[in-house]
């Protein structure tokens, strides 16, 4: 009985799902319209930056995993680069400096580097250099591509209080 | 109840639960808040110029868009183009012949601001000046904006688009492009199934490098995958050598394939034409094993026969 009853509902719902398509038309006289519609070739970045860090004197530390998202229908795909936006690239404070160092960083010796893409404890530098490269081998459009960047921080033992800070540009173009 | 009518049931049960999960398969929805904040896009991302000549000016226009969530001041200029190496690094701030185009680049707004959605058209004039070298001629215009929410970060990021002019000053220009190195590699543990290449621009002006990839079974002329309609393209520039790689990406992952590399580079075209295998390395040490066992089992055998 029970068995039946739920045949039964499926085969109202499969009744209803029919009802519900859309019904053939009348019949009429009809034209072919050509419609275009012209999609233009973009590139699009977004550079997130990480949470600022805290640290002590003597300490090392990671930032959180920072998105550099890159979009594009250029079928050749794009190159993503990195680079200091002036000529320091050390993390600067009023008093001292933190600086640009490639390597496994130590705590107790001052210093800061990124890795994400193809860079790995990488020291920043003024000219741009290459994190990543998607060729789009599938020659599709390329959406919301990320690459997740961590920077890597170590502070000397007798680091001097304050914020240091510096700015890096990354920089998106097609191939 | 018995056995058949429970089967009977959960078979009807099944079919249901999945015609409805069928639709929301192809739903994707990408809300707003998928979105970065600051999204800095432009249009387009590369402009060929064509021949540009002496004396006169040219001028063009390009899209800055605002495809985040939230607002972000702009600014736009224009910086020399190059590249090194064979893997094409740009290379934003070398000074040559082919690269006195960003001296002669002007921009109606050179700064701006953008709210969310919203875009501005920017134009563009090149003087050319009368004593302009001959050949090509690159530059990148560059348009750059902050992160727009990171005042008190450690480490501020500023998103910045390149759009890659390539032109060419007419007079004495020379088109020469040579195909140094093909090759495809004979035995893969994994996909995809790939063919590099290494082409040469020894000419004065930009040349692209076409490229195809056709893959065949083993006894057949029948293509699996081809990319003849959509092939490749790479722009050389003038003195430089580019490496390239054409993959598929999806190749199965077992076979023995007849793969062909098609490249077409100035007035040249190139056939590489190779017996590809594919097997996975935990499939040759079960047939490495299994050949191991039989001969293991025949000299077994073959000496208890003996004693």
Same mark, same amino acid.
């Given at each position: ?29 009809? +034209? ?14 977004? +550079?997130? &930056? ?11 530390? &990671? ?31 009023? #008093?001292?400096?933190?600086? +640009? ?5 130590? +705590? ?35 959406? #919301? ?31 | ?19 409805? $999960? ?17 999204? /800095? ?6 402009? %060929? ?6 004396? *006169?000016?040219?001028? $063009? ?38 690269? %006195? ?10 700064? $701006? @601001? /953008? ?7 920017? @134009? ?43 032109? @060419? ?20 543990? %994994? ?6 290449? /290494? ?27 081809? *990319? ?13 050598? =580019? ?11 077992? $076979? !023995? ?6 490249? =077409? ?6 056939? /590489? ?14 047939? !490495? ?12 055998? @073959?000496?208890? =026969?003996?004693?």
């Amino acid at each position: 009985m029970v068995y039946k009853k739920i045949i039964a509902g499926l085969g109202v719902a499969t009744a209803l799902g029919i009802a519900a398509l859309p019904v053939a038309g009348t019949f009429a006289e009809s +034209a072919n319209v050509d419609v275009t519609v012209n999609v233009g070739a973009t590139i699009a970045i977004s +550079a997130a &930056s990480p949470a600022a860090v805290s640290m002590t004197p003597g300490q090392k530390t &990671s930032s959180n995993a920072a998105n550099i998202t890159v979009s594009t229908n250029s079928a050749g795909g794009y190159k993503l680069t990195v680079k200091d936006a002036d000529t320091n690239t050390a993390l600067v404070n009023a #008093n001292g400096t933190i600086p +640009a160092v490639s390597g496994a960083l130590e +705590a107790g010796t001052a210093g800061w580097n990124i890795t994400g893409g193809d860079l790995v404890n990488v020291a920043i530098s003024t000219e741009d250099q290459t994190v990543k490269t998607n060729t789009n081998s599938t020659h599709t459009a390329i959406a #919301n591509d990320v690459t997740a960047m961590t920077y890597n921080f170590a502070t000397g033992d007798a680091q001097v209080t304050g914020e240091y800070k510096d700015t890096i540009v990354y920089t998106a173009t097609a191939l | 109840m018995t056995k058949g009518r429970i089967k009977r049931v959960l078979a009807a049960f099944l079919v249901s639960v999945l015609s409805f $999960g069928a639709i929301f398969i192809n739903s994707n929805p990408v809300s707003a808040e998928d979105r970065p904040e600051i999204y /800095l896009q432009v249009s387009p991302p590369t402009v %060929q110029l064509g021949e540009l000549k002496p004396g *006169t000016t040219k001028t $063009g226009d390009f899209l800055v868009q605002n495809i985040g969530t939230k607002d972000f001041d702009y600014k736009v200029y224009v910086v020399p183009f190059q590249v090194e190496g064979q893997e094409y690094n740009p290379v934003y701030s070398a000074n040559n012949v082919y690269t %006195q185009i960003s001296k002669w680049i002007t921009f109606d707004v050179d700064k $701006g @601001h /953008l709210e969310p959605n919203g875009e501005q058209k920017v @134009h563009y004039s090149i003087d050319i000046p009368a004593d302009a070298p001959d050949g090509g001629e690159y530059a990148s215009i560059m348009v750059e904006t902050d992160s727009g929410n990171a005042e008190n970060a450690t480490i501020k990021t500023v998103s910045r688009v390149g759009i890659i002019l390539y032109s @060419h000053v007419g007079g004495v220009t020379n088109a020469c492009g040579k195909i140094l190195e093909k090759d495809a590699p004979s035995f893969l543990t %994994q996909p995809p199934i790939f063919a590099t290449s /290494l082409v040469e621009n020894c000419g004065n002006v930009d040349l692209t490098a076409s490229y195809t990839l056709q893959v065949y079974p083993l006894f057949s002329n029948e293509e699996i995958y081809s *990319t003849e309609e959509t092939p490749d393209e790479r722009i050389t520039l003038p003195g430089t050598k =580019r490496f390239n790689k054409i993959s598929w990406d999806n190749a199965p992952a077992f $076979g !023995i394939y007849r793969v062909k590399q098609t490249i =077409r580079f100035a007035d040249k075209t190139e056939v /590489l034409e190779k017996y590809v295998v594919i097997c996975p390395i935990w499939l040759i040490i079960f047939i !490495i094993l299994f050949i191991g066992s039989i001969i293991f089992w025949l000299v077994m055998r @073959h000496r208890s =026969r003996k004693d």
